[in-house]
């Protein structure tokens, strides 16, 4: 069992910026941060293959939120530049293994922090 512990959320104007961290207390191959904005679908952000250092985006947010990682501390973390106000939501930490399809398999997932964004 991996428990993953967020922080770093709260509330920006449009244009600002917020990083949200994860810590997990054990290590698994890839990990992942979603949204879901009250009425939406959730929405996965981004994915980091643990070993290789890759990351994914959504589109929605390409060019403006960095996913990163420390080995070290087993945390990873969504660096949220130039926010918008539809990027409200609660934001979760998802981390599992890498499946037969290349996805990650969101076996745990953390409480998530609310990123509010005004305009």
């Known amino acids: 069992q991996v428990q993953l512990v967020e922080s770093g959320g709260g509330s920006v104007q449009a244009g600002g910026s917020l990083r949200l961290s994860c810590a997990a207390s054990g290590y698994t191959p890839c990990m992942d941060w979603f949204r879901q904005a009250p009425g939406k679908e959730r929405e996965a952000v981004a994915t980091?293959?643990?070993?290789?250092?890759?990351?994914s985006y959504a589109d929605s947010v390409k060019g403006r939120f960095t996913m990163s990682q420390d080995n070290a501390k087993n945390t990873v973390y969504l660096q949220m530049l130039s926010l918008k106000p539809e990027d409200t939501a609660m934001y979760y930490c998802?981390?599992?293994?890498?499946?037969?399809?290349?996805?990650?398999?969101?076996?745990?997932w953390g409480q998530g922090p609310q990123v509010t964004v005004s305009s």
């Open positions: 998802a981390a599992g293994l890498i499946q037969g399809d290349g996805n990650c398999s969101h076996t745990y």
């Open positions: 980091v293959y643990r070993r290789s250092g890759f990351t």
